[in-house]
């Protein structure tokens, strides 16, 4: 082979220097594109998501019309009419104002990834102190085996009037027999254990600032969205 074609081969290819900069000016187009992109839907993104846990707290808190949300600031909870965090929790009431129970909420390591937890927490009750409801705000367990801790029906039943005393535990399905029990799913015990650890934590930093007297309705009824985000089969 002669010279002359390899020469004019090396002249048609582009140095490493104009590959950067290509590379970079592509870089920073993109990169514009999705912030605009971001900011153009965080509104949207933002009341969806209030609207999502606002149907989770109606979905914990069985009979609830009303409700009000407080947070807990150093060791005391108080009202609260910022954007929700991870300190926020939500008192429910009924149709005359009677209070039901409070909404809570805790987050920890499940076998995928973070597992964000809703429940509902009845301070009195012919049981004592207990859940009355859970729900799963945010989970990317392993399709058809972790995502039944929201998708079946009968676990998340289990929580329906769960006992927390003296402390919530899992044991193999079907070998439930106190009312502080949670019957694993089978396949997915690792999923199972770490909703109920994190309610269990969860409940160790909450109830122990939680007021003697509930706090009084608010004055706005609030009525549940229909359609729930996500669908127990």
């Keep these: 082979m002669s010279e002359q074609p390899i020469q004019q081969m090396t002249q048609q290819d582009p140095t490493s220097t104009r590959l950067i900069i290509s590379m970079a000016v592509a870089g920073f187009f993109s990169g514009l594109i999705i912030i605009g992109i971001y900011l153009a839907t965080f509104d949207t993104i933002k009341e969806n998501k209030a609207r999502e846990l606002k149907e989770a707290v109606f979905r914990v808190l069985p009979g609830v019309t009303q409700m009000s949300q407080h947070r807990l600031e150093k060791d005391r909870v108080v009202p609260y009419a910022g954007d929700p965090d991870e300190n926020t929790l939500y008192?429910?009431?009924?149709?005359?104002?009677?209070?039901?129970?409070?909404?809570?909420?805790?987050?920890?390591?499940?076998f995928q990834d973070t597992i964000k937890v809703i429940y509902g927490y009845q301070p009195e009750s012919d049981m004592g102190a207990r859940l009355i409801g859970m729900w799963i705000l945010d989970s990317r367990e392993t399709p058809g085996l972790g995502d039944k801790i929201y998708k079946d029906a009968e676990f998340v039943g289990n929580f329906d009037a769960l006992s927390i005393?003296?402390?919530?535990?899992?044991?193999k399905k079907g070998t439930k027999t106190k009312n502080s029990e949670v019957d694993a799913i089978t396949g997915a015990t690792i999923s199972s254990k770490a909703v109920v650890r994190i309610i269990n934590i969860a409940n160790d930093k909450w109830l122990p600032h939680l007021p003697v007297n509930p706090p009084e309705a608010p004055p706005q009824t609030q009525t549940p969205t229909p359609s729930p985000t996500q669908e127990v089969q």
Excluded: C, M, R
């Design 91 to 110: 008192a429910g009431f009924g149709e005359n104002g009677d209070f039901i129970g409070y909404a809570l909420t805790g987050a920890g390591p499940g």
């Design 165 to 171: 005393e003296p402390t919530i535990k899992v044991v």
